[in-house]
């Protein structure tokens, strides 16, 4: 009896490594790849086919079987290895301008397009078209008596 | 456009190219090189791989100090791990510190590395690669230094400590470095 109960407990224990993978992963590796950097390589981890990215990339789907979410992570990776493992950088601090400078130059850029716009719109001579010409007295009568004709 | 508006655009132009042209200049300078033989050996404190604690190299003055740059990842770091153990208990007697640090990896495999080689010495941990590649210029691990008594480099071998010439030159240079 003693031994069939043992035989249960292995079978369960065996079995219990495999179920305690996660049902519903909260992120995936591709995504994560392109998240995360290879520190040696300096490309993404799905851009680097180097031994350093593949350890992270095994530790990432550990994780992920875990049902770890890609902030935890995340989180982990900055831990071991720092904020330069992360493909973007974080949205505070000194790092902030890393977003906000593209932006702003694409604004300003496009202000500076639209302001010269205006100026070459604004400074170009008005379309006068062809210059009106001066009928004679004899020509304009002729014109006169055909458009009486017209009418 | 306006004249001072003009005037404006180009001293906006032209201080973009100045700071492009600074930061171009500030890129070159400073780019990390090697230590020089004969210099002194970079300063760091780095945590332990396994427990609390650091290693500042700066305590460690008045001894000779093999560094030990490896990963868990790199192919020849693990047939230079017995090599290096057998080194370090062979020059332990004679006072000889050794310092693994442990360069862009995932903390969990170092230490089955640590494990599974039975490396005894003091490993540090250097996931960013700050002191590593920052300070001594390392890009491939294993790469190894050998620090005199006063702090200088005695030696520096890029590359594993197994292969034949790099063997004799570390046997050489610890040799020097505890008579330094």
Not at chain 1, 35 to 55: E, G, V
Request: glycine content about 10%.
């Amino acid at each position: 009896m003693i031994v069939r109960l043992l035989a249960v407990a292995a079978a369960a224990l065996a079995l219990a490594g495999p179920a305690a993978a996660c049902a519903h992963p909260k992120t995936s590796l591709p995504y994560l790849e392109g998240q995360i950097m290879c520190p040696t390589c300096h490309t993404t981890l799905d851009q680097s086919d180097s031994a350093a990215a593949r350890a992270i990339e095994a530790q990432i789907a550990k994780r992920i079987d875990e049902c770890w979410s890609a902030k935890q992570i995340e989180d982990e990776l900055v831990g071991n290895f720092g904020q330069g493992i992360l493909a973007a950088p974080p949205h505070k601090g000194f790092d902030l301008l890393a977003w906000w400078l593209p932006l702003g130059g694409v604004i300003g850029g496009a202000g500076m397009l639209a302001f010269g716009v205006w100026r070459w719109s604004r400074t170009r001579e008005p379309d006068v078209g062809e210059p009106a010409v001066e009928l004679d007295a004899e020509t304009e009568r002729r014109v006169d008596e055909a458009l009486a004709r017209l009418d | 456009m306006t004249r001072p508006l003009k005037l404006t655009a180009q001293a906006l132009a032209l201080a973009a190219v100045a700071g492009l042209l600074a930061l171009l200049v500030w890129r070159l300078t400073h780019q990390q090189h090697a230590p020089k033989v004969g210099a002194a050996a970079p300063g760091f404190t780095l945590s332990m791989l396994s427990g609390p604690g650091s290693i500042d190299l700066a305590a460690l003055r008045g001894k000779p100090v093999v560094l030990n740059f490896w990963a868990s990842w790199c192919g020849p770091c693990k047939s230079e791990a017995p090599v290096l153990e057998q080194a370090w208990q062979r020059y332990r007697k004679q006072g000889v510190a050794f310092v693994g640090v442990d360069y862009h990896d995932v903390a969990g495999d170092a230490r089955r590395f640590v494990s599974a080689h039975g490396l005894t010495f003091p490993m540090v941990e250097d996931g960013s690669g700050d002191v590593t590649s920052g300070r001594y210029g390392v890009s491939q691990v294993p790469e190894t230094y050998v620090v005199g008594r006063t702090g200088k480099i005695v030696v520096h071998i890029a590359g594993p400590i197994t292969s034949g010439s790099f063997a004799d030159e570390f046997r050489r240079a610890v040799a020097a470095a505890i008579r330094s």
